[in-house]
């Protein structure tokens, strides 16, 4: 089995169809074929600037147009960021990720952003940074910093995506992809389920995702955490199995890359995590706070780990392959012989 970015839609919808427990066999078989079993990369994320973003996202708790108590605060001091940095690092994680709520970031603020990036990379740490929308000159400046991955997001399909956003338009959000992949920095995108998008949807945007040019290397798929004051704070609450079946499509579609459990799993209990691990997720983020919203704390994490006997995995900011594995182990399964796709979906070999 290859890498492939040539999916169909009907290979997707087909994907999801499947029967739930074959499509988490599946999911599992593709996982062990490309990644370390049991084995989970561990990021934190630190909002360096919070609050009074102009877009208009119906999630986000950030926006300027939504009353939702948020405490607003401008960009952090370097010194703060290399502290909780070096906190994170003490406590297992391999990646920081720092967030700012911007549009796009100011040449002023992305100086500051530049020493912040160069400053945790000096803790021998992965690096990872969401900021908006950002130019090509932009991203040659952040690789330059050392930047190993950037954040953007698609959310959901482009069909869907006008009910959830006005302020900026897919096209803006896939030029700023393209911006980071030119620049050489590894792209981190997902998107949110739970939006009120129907089933369709979900399988638009991850065909999206599994038909860039390159897969990202990083894709987080986020659960809608409902926050008073903003559009979507009473969406109906999201089937979990609907979940899961994202990240068993998102393994399978993109097998060489890092699923990420994300926002919402404070809502989550340690068996709908667990099942979510069998489906293919081995990136989590740890700490108490995802930018603005709850996480479950590091111990939880840290016991929850024991319990499944799952360890923490190894950074790899590189592009990653079948060929050349996290652990050293050649990209075979093990104990699940060979994978077996949908009938009638096309799996390269």
């Not at 040019?213 to 559009?231: C, D």
């Not at 399978?252 to 340690?270: F, K, Q, T």
């Not at 603005?292 to 995995?313: C, E, S, V, Y």
């Amino acid at each position: 089995m290859s890498v492939r970015n040539d999916w169909t839609l009907a290979e997707v919808e087909e994907l999801f169809d499947l029967p739930f427990m074959d499509l988490v066999f599946k999911a599992h078989q593709v996982h062990r074929l490309f990644q370390a079993p049991n084995t989970v990369q561990i990021s934190t994320l630190l909002s360096i600037k919070t609050g009074a973003c102009p877009e208009d996202c119906a999630y986000c708790p950030q926006s300027v147009r939504f009353d939702t108590g948020l405490e607003v605060s401008e960009l952090l001091e370097l010194e703060e960021v290399a502290v909780r940095a070096r906190a994170a690092r003490d406590a297992g994680a391999t990646r920081f990720c720092m967030g700012a709520a911007y549009r796009s970031p100011k040449p002023k603020d992305l100086r500051k952003v530049v020493a912040m990036i160069r400053a945790v990379k000096d803790l021998g740490l992965e690096t990872c940074a969401t900021l908006g929308m950002v130019t090509p000159d932009q991203a040659l400046e952040l690789k330059a910093a050392g930047l190993d991955f950037y954040n953007h997001n698609l959310d959901t399909s482009s069909r869907y995506y006008e009910k959830i956003i006005s302020t900026r338009t897919y096209q803006d959000r896939l030029d700023t992809l393209q911006a980071v992949r030119d620049a050489g920095i590894n792209v981190c995108c997902g998107g949110i389920v739970g939006m009120g998008e129907n089933p369709q949807d979900r399988v638009e945007l991850l065909h999206t995702l599994a038909t860039l040019p390159e897969h990202p290397q990083s894709v987080p798929i986020n659960q809608l955490v409902r926050v008073a004051g903003t559009p979507l704070a009473n969406a109906a609450a999201l089937d979990p199995f609907d979940f899961v079946r994202m990240i068993a499509v998102a393994r399978i579609l993109m097998p060489a890359s890092h699923v990420r459990l994300s926002a919402g799993r404070a809502e989550m209990n340690d068996e709908l995590q667990a099942l979510c691990f069998m489906a293919g997720a081995n990136s989590i983020f740890y700490g108490e706070k995802l930018l603005t919203t709850g996480n479950p704390d590091t111990q939880h994490d840290q016991d929850l780990f024991r319990r499944l006997k799952i360890r923490a995995g190894s950074p790899r900011a590189e592009s990653p392959h079948a060929e050349s594995r996290s652990d050293g182990a050649a990209p075979t399964a093990r104990g699940a012989g060979s994978f077996s796709h949908a009938p009638g979906a096309s799996v390269a070999s």
